[in-house]
């Protein structure tokens, strides 16, 4: 399941695509700019929250396998 952090990742993505979109229609350079910034800022937010996930996953696993459950 995901956790907090990838979900804030993936909704960083999501406006920053539309600031993106938005900032070359209507030709505004800077708000194209930072749509792109946010939507980087989503893209590690989102892998950092995934590599915590997966650690946690794998301490329970360890932590089961030490246990014997």
């Given at each position: 399941?995901r ?7 993936k909704g ?7 600031k993106?979109?938005v ?6 350079p800077?708000?194209?700019a930072?749509?792109?910034a946010?939507r980087?800022?989503?893209?590690i ?12 996953e794998l ?11």
């Amino acid at each position: 399941m995901r956790n907090k952090q990838e979900i804030k990742g993936k909704g960083k993505q999501i406006a920053g695509a539309i600031k993106d979109k938005v900032g070359k229609l209507i030709n505004d350079p800077d708000l194209a700019a930072e749509g792109r910034a946010e939507r980087r800022e989503g893209q590690i937010q989102q892998k950092i929250g995934k590599t915590r996930r997966k650690a946690g996953e794998l301490l329970e696993k360890v932590g089961n396998a030490i246990s014997g459950k």
